[in-house]
């Protein structure tokens, strides 16, 4: 089931790693693939590791409970990741915390950039109905607790135009790497209970290949995600002053990553003694919960402070209406939610692509550092949206509301697409250029829709038949267009239950976590809150470990 090796090992960890105390000693390198000895002595132990610590999941066959649990799919050695770029990512996510929270207030802006979306796309119109809802109620509850996780990838230049699955001519040259943003999630944001673990697994796994404890304290940044996302919850809590209150973790019914919840639930009620977790679906609220007249939330007679959604994302949370009367219940009261209504908008991929746009993250960070930083990690990003025509119809043809901004931040598409025949006005049907753009050079694209959780995306040669086989254009304005980013590939082992350790090429995904606390205009707290690596078989487009795509990682950094 492996793979066969070649030069890419150089990218390998232990072979880059250098003892420096004695001067130039070198760990001993690890070639791949491992000795079969070792392979499985280092296999059967880090599954134990994992399970002991809590590296762990539900079954498929039993998601609802935990008589018996897996340890959660992971790989046998960290990923390479350059330190510079780990450090790049860490530094930006307090800009993108205050950019969630200033757009987020902006009505105008939400409202602007979601009008299209809104009208094809019914999950996403009914959150913004929600949204308008309590607007025009009046908020109860200015204060919001965002639990953020920006996902990046290592997008390796030599890559581009490659075709998913060819071999890779070059070893990826790390002072080329790229950390290009895949998106921003604002709701449910995973995997900061087991991720925190990962580092640890990879410590004991490296340490069981020869490697120093020095080489492997070195190279592997300890995480303080589960840490971090709990202090958000216990500070939430503190916040709203009511000690008898509870924090609610709002879950899907069918739960295999509950252990991950878990360890935050843990962590925060460490934290505080006083604080007590309940975990409710939203049917179950639904049923058990009442808004008082003073918006004060109640669930089985108990006060809430803190609605934590670890639910409510996709479509399938809300099989009838009274999954959506419970999460408009829950917005429309008192108690801190996480995320409001306004951040779970803030981060549709709509609005990721609008702010890829020129000139628009200026709109909300006055630092021009700031938006240097941000800008620095976006990929190009194009809308789908119809033009409106001068008499106020839509026209049929599609076209890039803006074309002059198609460029994004990628030059290479200044050569292809003049602007010379576009109208800025929106006054006329300007043709398709977007769709052609994709359409001509397909390879180069990612199509996305309101959608969370992984599995949703078209790739590449895809996009065409789904543009082609949507009965009415307008359906094309759910989804957005994004340069599909080629992330360096690595050689690692993957480890799942059930099967043989499978040495792979993978990709990896970098999320950096952050925590902010926002009341109207004032910042209470904005926090980098720790890391997650998720890697995926450089063969598999989509990723997600809930989704069984990727599996837990941990980066050592090189
Ligand atoms: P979701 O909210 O469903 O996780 P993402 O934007 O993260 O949506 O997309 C899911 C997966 O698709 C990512 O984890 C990544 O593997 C892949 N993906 C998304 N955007 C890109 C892109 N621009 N280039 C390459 N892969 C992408
Ligand atoms: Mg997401
Ligand atoms: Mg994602």
New binding site residues.
Partial sequence: TGVRCNNRLQYLPLQVSRRPSKGQTMDPAVPLPLAPPLLSRATESAKDWAILHGVAMRTEEEPNSSDVVNFAPFLLLPSPVPRALFDQAKAVQRDFNLLVHRLSQDADFLSSCLKSTIQVDDFTCRLFRIYEQVRREGVAQPVCLGLHRS?YMLDDPCRSGQENGEPVAKQPRLDQLQLKQ??I?CIASSFGGLGTQMPGLHRHVLRLCGASRFTADQHLPQNRAMSSVAGGLAAAWELYGEQSAIIVFVVQEENRNAMDQRWLEFAAMDRNPSIRVRRYSLMEIHARGELRPDKTLLVDGLEVAVAYFRAGYIPTDYPTEQEWKARLNIEQSRAIKCPCISYHLAGTKKVQQELAQPGVLEQFLEDPAAVARVRATFAGQYTLELVRKSNGSSSNELHVKRPELLLGPDPKGSAKFSTKDSTLDGKGPQGDRTVQMVMSDSGRFVMKPQR???GNNIFGDDIPAALNNMADPKERTAYVVMDRVRPAVVSNYMVRPGRDPALTEAVS?L?IFGVFIGKGNEVVLNQEGGHLLRTKPSSTED??VASGNALLDSPYLI
């Fill in positions: 996902d895949i998106e999630n969370e959780g992984g995904e999320g990723g997600g």
